[in-house]
Nanobody, 121 residues
Framework: VVQLKESGGGSVEAGGSLRLSCAASARHFRCMGWFRQAPGKQREGVARIQESNGVATYADSVKGRFTISRDSAENKLYLQMDNLRSEDTALYYC????????????????WGQGTQVTVSS
């Protein structure tokens, strides 16, 4: 079981930036990603990146504003969030998946505990 731990959440004003980090205990995955969930809403995929080639995919709602990256040598994942909106307020989760097919369908099975991001307008 791969353990994931997020950090970097906090409160910012609309238009501000925040950078989330995720540390993995081991490199037992094909891809990693970020998800978020707001109260009363379903969890949604935000961004994912393939471990082998660094190819990234984003949800339409964050394209052009968020950037996902990874440091394979250190088993770390990052999410740079710029031009934040109040709609981005949610609990953000780091996730990993060993099945590339599952990854490409936003289906992940290993999760961190989450870090809160709050954007005020």
């Amino acid at each position: 079981v791969v353990q994931l731990k997020e950090s970097g959440g906090g409160s910012v004003e609309a238009g501000g930036s925040l950078r989330l980090s995720c540390a993995a205990s081991a490199r037992h995955f094909r891809c990693m990603g970020w998800f978020r969930q707001a109260p009363g809403k379903q969890r949604e995929g935000v961004a994912r990146i393939q471990e082998s080639n660094g190819v990234a995919t984003y949800a339409d709602s964050v394209k052009g504003r968020f950037t996902i990256s990874r440091d394979s040598a250190e088993n770390k994942l990052y999410l740079q969030m710029d031009n934040l909106r109040s709609e981005d307020t949610a609990l953000y989760y780091c996730a990993s998946e060993i099945d590339l097919s599952g990854c490409n369908r936003w289906s992940f099975r290993n999760w961190g505990q989450g870090t809160q991001v709050t954007v005020s307008s």
